[in-house]
């Protein structure tokens, strides 16, 4: 079959005076605008466009569109491009996927000789064992497999997202659909029209008859003058709860693509009819089209599909004998499927039919157009909950019972006259907008807060669409010889039936046993031939079989859609600029940009313990607590108790899930009489807000106590150091420094350098002398210059979180998700003094109760023999030469200040006492043996640098 | 995605909210027996139908409140006032 190109066709939708150049397979081809990269490639005489999954057979045009399974290309660095569906551009580099070394010479077709051991199940059967050889299998299948090649290297497009909450939304514009959009929005409501296609119209875009011509050319300005935003070349691709509508818009101007999330009071779904294959002995040579393939390339693109055609054609709809001789075609003969006639098979080369053998007789042809019937794609209604029902008579399923949300109309929901179909789709129109105004006076009456509803809910407007008529269509599926079901998946009608015999006759069996449905056409055309085959295996009928569930999407989505644009807010301190200007290697903490260090932190550590160093700790969690039951609030949250603590002070406590395991740790101040600081780990700051609110909303409504998040109210500024209290001392005036009048674990208001509004408080994580300073946010950067500028003479330096996480594991203050895990209760910590069993009620009290009589982990202090040897965090630590696990290196570093490894690690109870030797296991496989330490300090465990 | 109706803020995307499960009493901490607590910790009635749970409109208002969904059809409707003895799980 060779194609070629036709002198001008009113209907057609290239622009002949634009011409486009591109290659294919590294040749030189042309195509003109409004051309689709198969319907240039068939204009210029391309028979073979791919190589099938399994048996690499030259494929052609199936059905010339999106769906075609034939058609898949790389074009440039994009792989699994549509050919049937992408339009031409300049310049592409199109290549054929799914062949080695060539198109035109395939090793692989090899295959195609041994096809009965490629049958259902055969990769299942044959590289099951030994299983040790599975990862050896899977690396020469892969690259058996199609698909085009992904180029890593390629540069990041731009993909947008939008978010839109529609009245109505109408999937798919032929007639009907477009008549569905403008009746609801005449009536009203606000509309989104989406067409798959480049252009609205539906079947009607390559019909001859002039009725219909004149009727699209109304529709069309119709809608243009109307207030319907229509979005075409762009599919929904999912319906989830409440009418939430995924939408990829392939065309915008400006992103590659652009995922649209809408939430619609209304649905429409108006698709219409996918044409399906029928199977016979060689319906998948090169030439055997659909007729709506046949008349798109006629019509559409002005190409000639063939010189001598054979017409199979089962309806009206289908029968292309009079676009194929009005193209100049050659129709040697029409077999009309109503009347019993049958295509027995195609004879041929492997590249090209030659001849069609329909009803025993061979006739010679080159083409072979293929009107079987429709397959209704009803996947939107499927994922909407309906379940489509099968109709003997008209040979197709059609919507049993969908949500009162969405509505179905055109070709999906019967048949009918153009008029009829219109009449039904405007019917549907107004129905989806009488019933937005239901769901949209549902919404505005739930919302408390809005403006007074007007009147009463509209009535729920009733269906009383006149529905459209069944025609009879003959059930036509498989022939009186075996052919290919799922073109894309290679799977033809023996293999189904194969699997029927070895007991996988259910539909959604025989689908994963085989994989027929599960290609790139997603079952469009292939699904119900499977059923219709299992059916004849089963002795039953299509409706017994029962067919399977579409799901979303009904389109492939590029992950780059679902990406989207990149979208990742993050968080900085006020002093961010002063980083950034001081050498600051950054490091991602959740949403926080920090400081991980300026260069050398093992240098910022042995400033910090000789000197003085600040460290911007911003993202600390705070909470301000107002009201006079915050004791009992803080009784309830954290595991020791709070009654007693004084204006003034600081205390430090753990708090726990209701399974006992930590939960997050910090210091709580009490600022005021009814007035509390609370402090979390600058990760739990969210999810500790979330609790807090949670107890105090359902568990404790009668307390007064109001929690607000002030994290990043304030600039956070640890300053540590021997020489911090001399630091401190001149940049606050109004506070009593000496270490009677501000001891340890005690807060202060203060002026700080000139700022009022500031607190700060004595506390000890890097186990140093040290204050924190906490000050309004917007003076953060002045009150760091400040130190940085009065402390030059006594060595200030800034250190970031690497310096910090040194400092506190020397000091052995363990962090809450780092040497903790989500089964780590509370006693595990070495804390038990902290977790008060005395308490009546708090968070997790009686777990903790019962945990004495379990053997818990323990967390402690470890030094490995080896001072230079620094094992990896998770390293395990086991018993002798043995695999078995005794416990885990939770943290660990070169300590700057001790000159040796130190680390944390968690340990079985048995080990958890000074002195214990234990094996750990590093990456590299080697053992190493370590110490346990008697306390979790390896640095001044009296804390006598800290309360000084 | 489901539509989640917040008695202030209204309908609202589930991505607003945080789903805080199936609502239960806690038990009395001072005598529940490891049993009875193990129930509230990790026992489910899961049913297909009526289930009260809690939600937090954590984008909004920033309120913890209680709603009875269908886990079948995923309808919502507000929870029994106290006293009201209609069907369901809480």
């Known amino acids: 079959m060779a194609m070629s190109r036709l002198g001008q066709r009113p209907t057609e939708v290239i622009k002949r005076s634009v011409t486009l150049h591109f290659r294919w397979n590294g040749r030189s081809f042309s195509g003109f605008e409004g051309d689709t990269v198969a319907s240039a490639l068939a204009a210029s005489g391309q028979q073979v466009f791919s190589r099938s999954l399994k048996y690499h057979r030259p494929r052609g045009i199936l059905t010339a569109d999106y769906w075609d399974p034939n058609l898949m290309v790389q ?43 490629l049958s259902a199940g055969f990769y299942y059967k044959t590289f099951m064992r030994p299983r040790w050889l599975w990862p050896s299998y899977e690396r020469v299948l892969s690259a058996f497999g199609p698909g085009g090649r992904v180029d890593i290297d390629s540069p990041d497009r731009y993909h947008d997202k939008r978010y839109t909450h529609p ?76 009418n939430w ?58 190409v000639k599909p063939g010189e001598r055609a054979v017409v199979f054609s089962a309806n009206d709809e289908g029968d292309a004998a009079a676009d ?61 909950g309906d379940r489509p029902a099968y109709d003997r008579y008209a040979a197709r399923f059609f919507p049993s019972n969908p949500p009162d949300s969405v509505l179905a109309t055109g070709g999906l929901s019967g048949d009918g006259t153009l008029d009829e179909l219109r009449t039904h789709g405007a019917a549907t129109g107004r129905l989806a907008a009488a019933r937005a105004l239901s769901v949209a006076h549902r919404i505005q009456a739930r919302t408390a807060r809005a403006r007074a509803v007007g009147g009463p809910e509209p009535d729920w407007a009733a269906d009383d669409r006149l529905p459209l008529r069944r025609d009879f269509h003959p059930e036509l599926f498989r022939s009186d010889t075996h052919g290919m079901i799922d073109f894309s998946e290679d799977v033809g009608s023996k293999d189904l039936l194969a699997a029927a015999r070895e007991g996988y006759d259910s539909v959604e069996l025989a689908k994963r046993y085989t994989t027929a449905t599960m290609g790139s056409s997603q079952g469009k055309l292939e699904t119900v031939n499977t059923v219709a085959v299992l059916a004849e295996a089963r002795g039953e009928n299509i409706g017994e079989v029962g067919t399977t569930v579409w799901r979303p999407p009904y389109a492939p989505v590029s992950l780059g859609a679902l990406a989207g644009r990149v979208f990742e807010p993050v968080r900085v301190s006020p002093i961010q600029p002063w980083h950034e200007a001081n050498g600051v290697r950054t490091i991602l903490a959740g949403q926080w940009v920090r400081p991980d260090h300026y260069g050398d932190p093992a240098a910022e550590v042995r400033n910090a313990r000789s000197n003085v160093g600040i460290i911007d700790v911003t993202p600390l969690g705070k909470l301000d607590l107002r009201g006079p039951d915050i004791p009992k609030l803080l009784n309830l949250l954290y595991t020791n108790k709070w009654s007693n603590l004084a204006v003034g002070k600081v205390r430090y406590g753990m708090m ?96 700080v350098a000139g700022v009022a509004g500031c607190f700060m408080w004595r506390i000890g994580f890097t186990g140093d002398l040290s204050y924190e300073l906490h000050v309004p946010a917007g003076h953060g950067m002045h009150v760091w210059e400040a130190l940085i500028e009065a402390g030059a003479d006594l060595g200030v330096g800034p250190f970031g979180m690497e310096g910090q996480r040194i400092m506190r594991l020397e000091k052995g203050h363990f962090i809450v998700g780092q040497d903790t895990d989500g089964l780590t209760m509370a006693p595990s910590t070495g804390l038990s003094r902290l977790i008060r069993l005395d308490k009546e009620n708090f968070v ?104 000084g | ?27 009395d901490p001072a005598t529940a027996s490891p049993h009875e607590w193990r129930a509230y910790l990790y026992l489910r009635h899961n049913p297909a139908g009526w289930l009260r749970e809690t939600w937090y409109c954590r984008s909004g208002c920033r309120r913890w409140f209680a709603l009875e969904r269908n886990t079948a059809t995923n309808e919502f409707r507000d929870p029994p006032l106290p006293g009201d003895k209609r069907g369901g799980a809480a």
């Open chain 1, 75 to 117: 074009v440039g660095d994009d792989p699994n491009v549509r050919a049937g569906h992408r339009l031409l551009e300049e310049g592409m580099d199109v290549r054929a996927q799914n062949v080695w070394p060539s198109l035109r010479f395939d090793l692989k077709a090899a295959n195609s000789l041994v096809g009965r051991f």
């Open chain 1, 167 to 242: 009245d109505v939304v109408v999937a798919g514009a032929g007639p009907a659909g477009i008549e569905a959009a403008l009746a609801a929005s005449k009536a009203g409501a606000r509309v989104l029209l989406v067409e798959h296609e480049h252009s609205v119209g539906g079947h009607l875009r390559y019909s001859t008859r002039a009725a219909e011509q004149v009727a699209l050319g109304k529709l069309r300005g119709t809608l243009e003058a109307s207030d319907v935003e229509v979005l075409t070349d762009s599919t929904v691709t999912g319906r989830y709860e409440d």
């Open chain 1, 245 to 302: 509508l995924g939408i990829v818009q392939r065309n915008h101007p400006i992103a590659v693509e652009r995922l649209i999330k809408a939430r619609a009071k209304m649905l429409v779904v108006a698709p219409g009819l996918i044409e399906r294959p029928y199977v016979f002995e060689g319906n998948d040579r090169p030439g055997v089209i659909t007729s709506a393939a046949a008349r798109r390339l006629i019509n559409l693109w002005g």
């Open chain 1, 324 to 384: 194929l001789r009005d193209a100049g075609v050659d129709v040697a003969a029409v077999i009309d499927g109503r009347k019993g006639h049958r295509i027995n098979s195609t004879r041929g080369s492997r590249r090209a039919v030659e001849g069609v053998v329909a009803d025993g007789v061979r006739i010679d042809a080159d083409l072979l157009v293929v009107a079987a019937g429709w397959t209704a794609p009803t996947s939107l209604l499927n994922m909407a």
């Open chain 1, 656 to 751: 726990c899930g209701e399974d006992g395991v930590v939960l997050d740790d910090g210091v709580t101040g009490r600022l005021g009489e009814d007035h509390y600081m609370m402090t979390t780990t600058s990760s739990g700051a969210g999810v500790v807000w979330e609790w807090v609110e949670n107890w105090l909303q359902t568990e404790r409504p009668d307390w007064r106590v109001h929690v607000t998040p002030v994290t990043s109210a304030y600039a956070s500024i640890n300053v540590a150091g021997p020489k911090s209290r001399r630091l401190v001392g001149r940049v606050v005036r109004d506070v009593d420094l000496s270490p009677e009048g501000f001891a340890y674990m005690e807060v202060r208001s203060a002026t």
């Open chain 1, 844 to 947: 997790g009290r009686p777990e903790l109760g019962w945990s004495g009589s379990r053997r818990l982990p323990m967390i402690v202090a470890i030094q490995p023999d080896h001072p230079q040897t620094v094992p990896d965090e998770g390293c395990q630590i086991v018993r002798g030469d043995t695999n078995e696990i005794l416990g885990r290196i939770t943290s660990s570093r070169m300590s700057p200040t001790l000159r040796r490894s130190i680390c944390l690690g968690q340990v079985e109870p048995e080990l958890a006492i000074g002195g214990s030797r234990v094996t750990v296991l590093l990456a590299s496989g080697d053992r190493i043996g370590a110490t346990v330490m008697g306390h979790h300090a390896h640095f001044d465990p009296a804390g006598e640098r800290l309360r």
């Open chain 2, 1 to 27: 995605m489901l539509l989640v109706p917040c008695p202030n803020c209204g309908p609202r995307n589930s991505a607003d909210l945080r789903y805080g499960g199936e609502s239960h009493a806690r038990p």
